[in-house]
């Protein structure tokens, strides 16, 4: 179910970017800014809002319920994580407490330098 969800998610948002792309913008023409007799009409110089501007807020509705499931299916992903027998802080470290250092092989303390400065050889 999540993974449909995030298509659409995906898909609505590519949606949204092609509405606002093809829409037009408020000084498009060039009549607009004297006039234009524009200021006749019953809706005013603005005019009614668009078709394309309806379906840009319904996608953009689509895409805040589908963010908002996303976000619930994510904090449920996570509460399901401390049950996935991960172990808790207090055995990891008294886990490491008991871990001792292993010894070294001769030959490895043979190899190393007894100081910082590289021997050539």
């Given at each position: 179910?999540?993974?449909?969800?995030?298509?659409?998610?995906?898909?609505?948002?590519?949606?949204?970017?092609?509405?606002?792309?093809?829409?037009?913008?408020?000084?498009?023409?060039?009549?607009?800014?004297?006039?234009?007799?524009?200021?006749?009409?019953?809706?005013?110089s603005?005019?009614?809002?668009?078709?394309?501007?309806?379906?840009?807020a319904?996608?953009?509705?689509?895409?805040?319920?589908?963010?908002?499931?996303?976000?619930?299916?994510?904090?449920?992903?996570?509460?399901?994580?401390?049950?996935?027998?991960?172990?808790?802080?207090?055995?990891?470290?008294?886990?490491?407490?008991?871990?001792?250092?292993?010894?070294?092989?001769?030959?490895?303390?043979?190899?190393?330098?007894?100081?910082?400065?590289?021997v050539?050889?």
């Amino acid at each position: 179910m999540e993974n449909v969800i995030l298509i659409v998610h995906v898909l609505l948002a590519a949606a949204i970017v092609a509405l606002v792309l093809l829409q037009q913008g408020k000084g498009a023409e060039a009549g607009a800014s004297f006039g234009g007799g524009a200021s006749q009409t019953v809706f005013g110089s603005q005019g009614s809002t668009s078709f394309l501007g309806r379906m840009t807020a319904v996608m953009a509705a689509g895409v805040f319920a589908t963010s908002f499931a996303l976000a619930v299916y994510a904090k449920q992903k996570a509460e399901s994580v401390n049950d996935a027998g991960i172990p808790a802080a207090e055995v990891i470290e008294s886990a490491a407490e008991v871990q001792q250092e292993l010894p070294a092989l001769e030959s490895e303390k043979a190899a190393q330098p007894e100081t910082d400065i590289p021997v050539a050889e």
